[in-house]
C-alpha cells in the first residue's frame, strides 16, 4: 500500500522593494501578494483579516495563480494565510501567518534648485 503524496503549504514571498509595507498613495493600482507555486495544487485560497487570529475575514477567496493583487483594502495592518488545494478539493495546511501594512505615500517633494558658487581653493 503506497501513501498518497498531497500538497503542501505554499511559501509566502515578499518582494525586495515592499517588504512587509505596502506603500499606497490615493491612485494606487494595488501590490501584489505572493507565494511559491506547489506541486499538485490547482488552485489557492487566500485570506485576508485585519486580525492574526482570522476570527473575520476582509478578503477569502480561491484563485488559480501564486499571485494576487491587493486593490481594496484601506490604510493599516492586515494578516494573510495561504493555502493549496487539489483537484479533489482537499486543502493543505495554512502558510504561515503574515502581516504587512498599507501606508499612504506623502507628498511628493518638489526640487529645489541648488545654485554653488565656483570653487576657489586657498592656500594656507
Known amino acids: 500500500m503506497e501513501k498518497a503524496k498531497g500538497t503542501g503549504p505554499p511559501t509566502p514571498i515578499f518582494s525586495r522593494e515592499h517588504g512587509s ?4 498613495g490615493r491612485d494606487h493600482q494595488g501590490r501584489g501578494i505572493s507565494w511559491t507555486p506547489m ?10 483579516s485585519r486580525n492574526p487570529y482570522f476570527s ?4 477569502d477567496k480561491r484563485v488559480n495563480t501564486a499571485d494576487v493583487t ?8 492586515y494578516y494573510w494565510v495561504v493555502q ?3 483537484a479533489s478539493g482537499k486543502e493543505s ?3 504561515e501567518k503574515n502581516r504587512f501594512t498599507i501606508i499612504p505615500k506623502g507628498k511628493q517633494t518638489e526640487a529645489i534648485d541648488l545654485e554653488l558658487d565656483p570653487f576657489i581653493q586657498h592656500d594656507m
Not at 509595507?21 to 499606497?24: A, R
Not at 506541486?39 to 485576508?48: D, E, K, P, S, T
Open 84 to 86: 493549496s488545494y487539489e
Open 39 to 48: 506541486a499538485n495544487a490547482v488552485g489557492y485560497r487566500l485570506r485576508i
Open 56 to 59: 473575520s475575514t476582509l478578503v
Open 21 to 24: 509595507d505596502f506603500y499606497l
Open 70 to 77: 491587493v486593490t481594496s483594502l484601506g490604510e493599516g495592518a
Open 93 to 95: 495546511v495554512e502558510s
